[in-house]
């Protein structure tokens, strides 16, 4: 199994003008792309994220030049030229990562949100939802799960259709690893769910 993971949790050292020069310099469906994004936050993450895509594709596959996607029936992108080679892309205010795989993958990053009763209650299943409350850190433990299901979402490709409750249930994890990392000095978990 060929795979990298590139994480970027710098993001806020970027200033403005390094942001827009950085904007400038990708492939101009990419920049529109970026650009659609109202406030430079999420101009910024855009940005990065396809420039970790394109770290992990230079590394890891020894491909150097700039990709288009496509789009799956369900918006999951994927390489035009490469539909070989699998990514998932994330973000988040504190971090920007893309994970790219030879075999079906999934990314999700968040930062660390709020356990919310009525939030853990409409997306974890009762299980779940005892796991996190019961936890010393209850906000890292729902974010974490929180990360594990997105990620394996991202991994199939379809969205949320599933029931939330149901995603991390064994039967819907056969041939699925997940790995999750915790950063609460940075203030962000991770996920990645790929096919084994």
């Not at 920007?96 to 709020?114: A, M, Q, Y």
């Not at 997105?150 to 991994?155: P, T």
Request: aromatic letters at 8%; proline letters at 6%; a negative charge.
């Amino acid at each position: 199994m060929k795979y990298i993971l590139c994480l970027n949790d710098h993001i806020a050292d970027l200033n403005e003008e390094q942001t827009e020069r950085l904007i400038n310099s990708l492939p101009e469906w990419r920049r529109e792309q970026a650009l659609r994004y109202k406030q430079l936050q999420g101009r910024k993450e855009c940005a990065i994220g396809y420039v970790e895509l394109l770290r992990g594709l230079c590394e890891r596959f020894n491909i150097n030049e700039m990709p288009a996607f496509a789009y799956n029936e369900h918006g999951k992108p994927y390489l035009k030229e490469h539909p070989d080679i699998h990514f998932s892309i994330s973000h988040c205010k504190e971090a920007v990562g893309c994970f790219v795989s030879n075999r079906p993958c999934g990314l999700d990053i968040e930062r660390i949100r709020t356990a919310k009763p009525d939030l853990v209650r409409h997306t974890m299943s009762p299980e779940e939802a005892e796991s996190i409350f019961s936890n010393p850190f209850p906000d890292v433990a729902f974010t974490r799960i929180w990360t594990q299901k997105e990620a394996v979402l991202k991994l199939k490709g379809t969205g949320i259709v599933d029931d939330l409750h149901s995603v991390l249930k064994p039967d819907k994890l056969q041939g699925i690893e997940l790995q999750t990392i915790e950063n609460p000095y940075m203030g962000y978990v991770y996920t990645i769910a790929i096919q084994i």
